[in-house]
């Protein structure tokens, strides 16, 4: 075998190869549709079953009052003038921050 016949070979394989990578990312780009297609649902389902439900967890409420709490009035506090410390910050803040965005009570 030559070195041009070992060249070409090597070049031959390499186009066979790249439509299975494609093929490949392609069936991978198709099960992340899918994927997100059946979260999207799933969510959507989920809001419509779930509509008009209040919060049930003590926690929701608790964290919903700080969210509350930290957009009208700027305090890390359950009620306006008296700040806690019971709950972690970061979850109370994330969630202030998509109420300034979606507006409160949204659900």
């Known amino acids: ?12 394989l390499k186009a066979i190869d790249l439509p299975k ?3 490949c990312a392609r069936h991978e780009a198709l099960w992340l549709c899918l994927v997100l297609t059946a979260g999207i649902l ?8 779930f509509d008009g439900v209040g919060l049930e967890v003590w926690d ?15 305090e890390y506090a359950f009620d306006p003038g008296h700040p806690v410390s019971l709950r972690p910050p970061l979850y109370p803040a994330l969630v202030a921050a998509v109420y300034s965005v979606a507006g409160i009570h949204n659900f």
Do not use: F, P
């Open 1 to 12: 075998m030559t070195s041009a016949t070992a060249l070409s070979t090597k070049s031959e």
């Open 21 to 23: 990578e494609q093929s």
């Open 42 to 49: 799933l969510r959507l389902v989920l809001l419509w079953r």
């Open 60 to 74: 929701e409420g608790d964290y919903d009052k700080l969210a509350v709490n930290i957009v009208q009035h700027g």
